[in-house]
């Protein structure tokens, strides 16, 4: 068995704390994205969960076995780091094999997986190459097929593709993704990017400056956050949060709302309504235009309401001039309640549906 269990994980460097009791379960053969701004604890976790790092207090287990204080060469997983961490005197093919030599796997068997892992991320044609004759991409390969080959269960990831450019990043998702499914790979991946979370995960565990800020699945994330940081970590633009505190214009907030506010009124926390389900009408919340962004398939206006920042989403190519003045709202199924704390305010309405 591959499941990974963590349990009030915490570790310190004298009076810095980098990871404060932390807890999360990895399902079997499922990928959970440890995500967050960077010094948030997501890779001291994962190197943590490796052996490379030792725990300050709390328990890891994989499968039936705690592994908290093992050894890392006998905790049954492999690494794929940022860097990729290949050997540069040497070629592909002994790159990919340098761990099964050590770990004295017989010739055979060793030339059988690596036809094998080489035919995964295809790198057939490019054993013979050293790694300074390699694009950013094909390291990356490289490093992926010396995991496959170590056959281990669990695979953990270190930000792997915050090297690369943004479409070769895209097909390097797909890739990663579609091997973890086809091995039935147990895996951690760690990123700062919201979009490899969203587009890759079965569960993500959000992070802040060393605790869990929230776990679920993406969509969960996205719709019901659980806190102001998840709900504007995740998604870009980021979800609109307007303090109520400073909205002076009730009429207006109420017209933006609908026509009418909840009732018992509103007062303190913040409302959140992300940017694609701002409309731009003749009625509602008076905003000022402070820049356009034209994105092709739609328009991300940038707006200001006194001195708080909105974004809507608009479809196709909008012109609208800095300081024009437009009117926003949005429809009561799309408002995110938040008390002063910055945690969710529930809505009785949605929960029971």
Known sequence: MSRIEIHELAKQWGPVVAVDQVSFTV????????LGPSGCGKSTILRLIAGLEKVSSGSIAIGESEVTHLDPAKRGVSMVFQSYAL??????????????????????????????????????????????????GQRQRVALARSIVSRRR????????????????????????????KLGLTMVYVTHDQVEAMTMADQVVL???????????????????????????????PMNLLQ??????????????????????????YIGVRP?????????????????????????????????????????????????????CWSAEAVHRFGADGLRIEDPKRVSS
């Open 154 to 181: 669990v695979c953990l990831m270190d930000e792997p593709l915050s090297n690369l450019d943004a479409k070769l990043r895209a097909e390097m998702r797909d890739e990663i993704r579609s091997l973890q499914q």
């Open 244 to 269: 109520l505190d400073l909205i002076e214009a009730r009429s207006a907030l109420a017209a933006a709302w609908g026509g009418t506010l909840p009732t018992g009124g509103l007062t303190g926390g």
């Open 87 to 136: 050997f540069p005197h040497l070629n592909v093919r002994e790159n990919i094999l340098f761990g099964l030599k050590v770990r004295g796997v017989s010739p055979s068997d060793r030339r059988a997986r690596l036809e094998e892992s080489a035919r995964m991320v295809g790198l057939e044609e490019l054993l013979n190459r050293k790694p300074a004759q390699l694009s950013g």
């Open 276 to 328: 694609e389900h701002v409309l731009v009408g003749d009625v509602g919340l008076p905003v000022r235009v402070s820049a356009t962004d034209y994105l092709g398939a739609e328009t991300v206006l940038r707006m200001a309401h006194g001195e708080q920042t909105l974004f809507g989403k608009i479809g196709g190519h909008r012109r609208y001039a800095p300081g024009e003045q437009l009117h926003v």
């Open 207 to 237: 992070l802040k400056k060393g605790r869990v800020e929230q776990t679920g699945r993406p969509h969960d994330l996205y719709e019901r956050p659980r806190t102001t940081f998840a709900a504007q970590f995740m998604g870009s633009p």
């Open 27 to 34: 399902t079997e053969g499922s990928l959970t994205v440890l």
